[in-house]
Nanobody
Framework: QVQLVESGGGLVQAGGSLRLSCAAS????????MAWFRQAPGKEREFVAA????????YYADSVKGRFTISRDNGKNTVYLQMNSLKPEDTAVYYC??????????????WGQGTQVTVSS
């Protein structure tokens, strides 16, 4: 399995931007499809975005489409989530996951510890 560590979360005003990073170590990162999920207080974990191993394909939840961009740098073993035009409803703990290209969290074998994103109105 691959080990994942997220960073880049914080407090931002509505309309602002943040870039999350997920650094991977262990197995060959470039062979893994990657994804971001989020979980708000009292809610289930939900899919945000996913990217295939080469970076050639990406997928987004409707709620973030046009505002968030997932990307990866296989040379740096890192996947990113650029978040623009943030809304208070984007407030959640954001998790990086490896090993699948699907909306279903159970399909992923490796998870990071999460990073908190808080958007104030």
């Amino acid at each position: 399995q691959v080990q994942l560590v997220e960073s880049g979360g914080g407090l931002v005003q509505a309309g602002g931007s943040l870039r999350l990073s997920c650094a991977a170590s262990g197995r060959t990162f470039s062979g893994y499809d990657m994804a971001w999920f989020r979980q708000a207080p009292g809610k289930e974990r939900e899919f945000v975005a996913a990217i295939n191993w080469s970076g050639g394909r990406s997928y987004y939840a409707d709620s973030v489409k046009g505002r968030f961009t997932i990307s990866r740098d296989n040379g740096k073993n890192t996947v990113y989530l650029q978040m623009n035009s943030l809304k208070p409803e984007d407030t959640a703990v954001y998790y990086c996951a490896a090993g699948a290209l699907t909306y279903y969290s159970d399909s992923y074998g490796s998870w990071g510890q999460g990073t908190q994103v808080t958007v104030s109105s």
